[in-house]
């Protein structure tokens, strides 16, 4: 037995060396850490419990290829288990063969059966070759099925992904699957890479420049950058305490804590006149408890805010208009990320904060380009069907289809407010009283002259101006109260706890 | 000049060097324990070499091993920094005979200024004042009664040997002489291996003043001003600001002068520091010691001078004569400092060990942050708790104090405690802003204040209760912000082994206890510096049962009720890990 005991410990030994001292040292040398390295940064100390250690490629030649370059395990993050992906760059650039594939597989399986969260560690660029050419690609180990969400009807679980290198291929799809992508600086994420893209379409582009930080996160594909990788392990850290471990279970609760800005302090944040622009993030930092705020998805969209916080302890999604970014309309992308987040919260029982101060959705051609109608209808009809509790109060301005898509009545809200300074309508006053009057306006100024025209004009505003106001909207209970600003938090607090009712904080 | 050095030392002051050697072009080595591995300042140098396992004793503190590193490296100098090795001529005299250059003072000068007594000698030859004292060692108690009947109570009893504020120890009457005789000779002997100690009087509120001297080979010395160093505990300096303030031209001048004429009198070479106390209501001022090393507080010399310290000391030990005479120094503007150290003081500055889970330095106009470490590293328990300084420039003290507050306020730690954010209110003490502090207005008048306590100490200190969140610091579109993590309370003691670092494997979670009243466990790691008591032994409550040492500080454990000392499980010189039990007590009414 003694000599079986000393092959294993070798063989284990073996299956721990990555890229070797050769593969290991070029790796550090480009700035990443190593697999293993960053699994140890990940999770708790002594959580570490890893599978397919052993594994070995298919097809083998003379170099020795540990765990076939992927690394799977569980492990504690704050004491949650996580399943983690590594892959492991330093030996073949981490390329994938099948029976990485199916190792990854089974973890993702493990993961979704027994319900908690998939954490993706990505960094590779794409299939191995020869290992997946030919009829091999065809039979390759992948299962749509589970691979890149769970589909048998079981609770579903969160995934986060950092990108720590440059990512294609099969790492790329990773990071697509997950509700969380976090990318380092330094990384580059797209669906193959430039040494793929130069023979096929001719074009010459670096990592950065086909999916660098700013692309990835200007579509989507990535909802935060930072520095460095300890940074990335962070994120998911934190991304991971709004959440349950899995759709069955209520998100964790925090300690609750005072917000940052004094909620008083919101009567002088948010200026009269809807031509002023203010950061939308000081109207947070006054409602959320301090501490708990942390943004998703910035650079997409970014007319439009999406960020988890917390409320008293409790988790939630907030979504918000933008001013100082386009006015804060709403533009394809700023509706499909808003679509993604609504869908993410309501998949994992955070719920749904509106604030509004929204002029409107985008039009003319390049809107449409954009396929803003589509966008604009499968919102509307996400935020319709989600099912965890919805809150919304507007600041400021909400018209038309921009209210809407912030979760206006339609949308089947528990509970809308809004402040004394709200202007509510179809459209805004100017632009909507050119449409409406149009053939009175231009009868006045063609029959009466100028000046007529412009009383006109002055008239229909203000007659337009009182409409707008909240207070009829509240007589006809398309509010459910009206309140000063800084009653905002304790408010939300209030219909928060009515909303969920007294069941277990999951969604029906 | 000389081409390569090798560092002798860790942590910000190995940073600080080897950054002064990139800029001259100097090939710098630097030296690492087992512990270090990777940190900052091996990463900064062209190469580092491994010196050891963790404790100083074995690595930093290991003269043959710091040789063998040097010449592995192929240097032709060796700059010892600050504490460790520095101002051991023994270990000069080593560097010497491997062929090296040692940058500092010859072993000689070193020798001289590191025996007190000796160096007070020096100074009376070169008429500089000495406060009254025992001139000489004191062979005993007896002796000790009678040089302290002639200069007048209360004494000073320091360690002949002693530095960096260790084995000093103030004695007002017959009583309290005793105890510390033996507690300052104990003290050096532990730290410095040579027990004597002498006597000095005391001087009532004073203030510590010390001038930066410079000295080549060629007999030229000049001084780059004075420092007033009177923001201290227990004899560790915590701010430190250039010039002094509140000091008449005449005491100024005669302060230079005297540092310079001491110089000259041991015919110093390189960067040295003259320290004295001064008595503002007398307007005297008496020689302390000499440091023959760089300062912990130099930096704020060389913001106020604009000249580089280090590069000076490289070129003295070069041969080079100094570039500049008294003249051509021109000091402008003031400068203060504080050092971060991984202390709590809200719980008397009690050194904590841990991961820096975060650390963002402030970078702000006229703001210099010196660290040797960086976010993720671990603060060991093995090394000093100052793990960087904060220094702030102003063309008038009071913008240096406001800039180094606001500094202070930016500064971001998570993972350990530490002095920044009471020193922050040091700063606002109004005796401070007045220049009317001194030596012991910290101990004495500015207690931290409870209210103030930073309430994220409790989420990342690592004793005490497990914290049940921990912070980390995300982007927010432009804005970095703070983002809490409720920890899952099954692991909270992982996570916290996680944060705490150290030797990793640590148990952190024990922490002090006493159970019941009656088991007594370390409250830290430590080393056991003597048993008082022996099991079987009765004492009353409050009696020292045994001290234990730790990150340079005694700790005196007490009975924590009056009885007999029952199952003593330590022995001096071993070392506990916190929660190990000391003794238990069987309390006297359960005896009897």
Redesign the interface.
Known sequence: MSDHIAELRARQARAREMGGEEGLKRHRESGRLPVRERIEMLV????WFEIGALALPEMRGERHVPGDAAVTGFG?L???RVGVIGIDSSVLAGTTAPVGMRKQGRLIEHAQQKGFPIVLLCDADGGRIPDVMGWRFSTLPLDFQTFLKRTDGGPDVPRAAAVLGPSYGDSALHASTADFVVMAEFASLALVGPSVIEPATGEKLTDQELGGPERATAVGNAH???A?E??AF??I??FL?FLPPNSARPA????P?DPMTDPTELESIVPLGAKSGYDM?SVIAAIADG?????WA?NWGPSLLT?FARLEGNPVGIVANQPIIRAGALDADALRKELAFVRLCDRFNLPLVFLHDVPGLMVGTEAEKAGTLKAYEELALGISTAKVPKLGCVLRKAYGGGHFAMGGRPTHPDFLFAWPSAELGFMAPDTGIRTVHRRQLEATLAKEGRAAHEALLQELQSEWTAISEPWEAAANLAFDDIIEPGRTREVLIQALAVAWGEGERVRP | MIGSILVANRGEIAVRIIRTCRLLGIRAAAVHSDFDEGALWTRLADESLRIGPAPVAQSYLDIAAIIDAARTAGVEAVHPGYGLLSENAEFARAVEEAGLVFVGPRPETIALMGDKTAARAAAIESQVPVLPGSDGVVADFSEAMHVAERIGWPVAVKASFGGGGRGIRRAGDESELEEALASAGREATAAFGRGEVFLERYVDRPRHVEVQVLADHHGNVVHLGDRDCSVQRRHQKLLEEAPAPALGDEMRDALAKAAIDLSHKVEYRGAGTVEFLVDPQREEFFFLEMNTRLQVEHGVSELVTGIDLVEQQIRVASGEPLAFRQGDIDLRGSAIQARIAAEDPWDQFRPSSGRLSDLRLPSAPWVRCDFGFERGDAVAPHYDSMFGKVLAYGLTRAAALARLGQALEELRVVGVPTTAPYLRSVLREPDFAAARHHTGSLERDWQPDPEHRPTSQADTGSDGEAPQVRQVSLPWGAQSVAVTIPLERSSTARRLSKMTGGTRERDVALAVEKDGDSTVRAPMDAVVVSLRAATGAEVAKGDTVLLLEAMKMEMEICAPVAGTVQSLAVDAGQSVQSGTVLFAMEPANATS
Request: proline share 9%; net charge negative; with cysteine.
């Open positions: 708790d100390p002594d959580s504690l704050d004491g949650r935060m950058v930072v460095t300890a940074e962070d994120a850290a934190a305490s964790p609760v925090a300690p804590a993030r501490g708990s705020i942390m943004g910035d960020c």
